[in-house]
């Protein structure tokens, strides 16, 4: 008689990759099961986003206090916010001061980067490697890889060349840049390039920005949180968060009922005026309700800002230069400022549109365009993210029979309600392609614990396996499409749309993010969960 050979047991009961915000609270909520886990991160330390974006000027533009953890009411007790939009070491305080709290370090591996994470059908696991080729198994794999963390460097000729300090600002070095006497090149203004072009202005010799184009920016009016205030904002955390349940995308604004037309020119006017005035992103998601879908509405609030902008820089001809022509106010990511505009009033900017003279080249010695050749001796790129899928694009996924996420998804993500792929066994995502993005921690508290109960079902229910439908991803994919119906930030080239002219293939137009409310998105969520999960293969 022939003894039955068991299979082994994977090495974990979960796996998370990556230790920011999603990361380190998915491990803790997990452990909160008795569930074995491992995360594997790729940095030396937690913080995701807030650990390498340490550029200068780096900070929330959602406001501090609705962007914490909402889940402990003793980490809110003891957490002081110093600012209303906490600045980036603050905040990487912060996220280690929750690591120590809830002792998550001792299942965190440091310096992991994954390359690649392959379904296995036989033992229903995934097997994950690391690029030092070491692997590791788990019965689930859950991504926290965040949608804004795979920077992407521009195609320009010669960017190995340059013979100075060079960095992207989602790269920045761990120790202090000095500016000071230094002729610095900054490439994008997007919102990581305005907040660095700020910081950098007040020192260096020479400032060269390069725009390819213009953003829409808004006054962040951020200021000093004093222990007084502290202790009111403490006070305040039940009705704060609840606000943030409440509003379109879990911001503390959200749109106002009446429509531009509703009210007479003076009344628009002082409206646009104090909104211009206030903390935040009100001028962007708490403004008219219609500004982001009637063109004519658009044109109005972009006719405002555009007023403003003019009235901040001397010089009409690099005004122009700064007001976008090919988008309207809001139909792209709206970055928020401190005296950005007045940075172009200083004898030491200098602002460079690349699509009147295009960069052709970067030089051993600086940046030649079509017009001259610029020496420098730092070039800071700020040219973003593969936004939404990137950071999976660059992880070797592989489901069901060897199929490639990457190839899957080569003419657009498709998900189930943003947490699920169909041929991706046991496969969750965190803040994946679709799902309600806004106030960004928002969003990870609520997909972290639709995650963990789903887990716990399984447990309870003795099922190993979990699988979305074709029929769910293909409904879900209906629900994403019709959110984004009579949208003006859809006939708009960003990465709202998917478009990356800094990577190959992504440079026509795709659904890449869900644009309903987050209300509507939770409660899409629940009925799925009520339901025991019927609308997906559980086994």
Known sequence: ?????????????????????????????????????????????????????????????????????SFSKELLEEWDWTEHFSPQPETLRYLNHVADKFDLRRDIQLRSRVAAAHWHEETRSWLVTLEDGSSATARFLITAIGPLSAPTMPRVEGVESF?????????????????????????????????????????????????????????????????????????????????????????????????TFDVTAEEREAFFEKLYGERGF???????????????????????????????????????????????????????????????????????????????????????????????????????????TGAFDRIDFRGVGGRRLKEKWAEGAETFVGMSVEGFPNLLLLLGPHTALGNIPRSIEYNVEWVTDLLRFMREHGLTRIDATPEGVEAWMKTVLDASVGLLSNEVNSWFTGINTNVEGKQTRRIARYSGSAPAYRARCDEVAAANYREMVLS
């Not at 020479?206 to 000093?224: D, E, I, M, Y």
């Not at 008219?288 to 403003?308: C, E, G, W, Y």
């Not at 700064?322 to 009033?345: A, M, S």
């Open 1 to 69: 008689m022939v003894a039955q050979q068991r299979t082994p047991a994977p090495d974990f009961d979960a796996i998370v990759i990556g230790a920011g915000m999603s990361g380190l609270f998915q491990l803790h909520r997990l452990r909160g099961l008795g569930m074995k886990v491992r995360v594997f991160e790729a940095g030396t330390g937690v913080g995701g986003t807030w650990y390498w974006n340490r550029y200068p000027g780096a900070r929330f533009d959602s406001e501090s206090y609705s962007y914490g953890y």
């Open 163 to 259: 013979k100075g300090q060079s960095c992207h600002t989602a790269r920045w070095p761990h120790e202090p840049v000095n500016f000071e006497g230094k002729r610095i090149a900054v490439i994008g203004t997007g919102a990581t390039g305005v907040q660095t072009i700020q910081e950098v202005a007040k020192t260096a010799k020479s400032l060269t920005v390069f725009q390819r184009t213009p953003n829409w920016c808004a006054p962040l009016h951020n200021g000093k949180i004093d222990k007084a205030e502290m202790s009111a904002i403490r006070e305040s955390y039940p009705d704060i968060f609840r606000r943030c349940q409440e509003t379109f995308a879990c911001f503390l604004h959200t749109a106002d009922p009446r429509a």
């Open 282 to 388: 009100g001028i962007w998601v708490g403004n008219f309700n219609d500004i982001l879908t009637d063109p004519k509405a658009n044109a109005l609030i972009s006719d405002f800002v555009a007023r403003k902008i003019r009235s901040r820089v001397k010089d009409p001809a690099v005004a122009e230069k700064l007001i976008p022509k090919n988008h309207g106010f809001g139909t792209r990511r709206v970055p928020l400022e401190t005296r950005y505009y007045e940075v172009y009033n200083q004898p030491n900017v200098e602002l460079i549109d690349i699509t009147e003279t295009p960069i052709q080249r970067i030089t051993p010695t600086g940046i030649a365009t079509s017009a001259r050749e610029f020496e420098f001796d730092m070039i800071v790129y700020a040219t973003g993210f593969d936004a939404l």
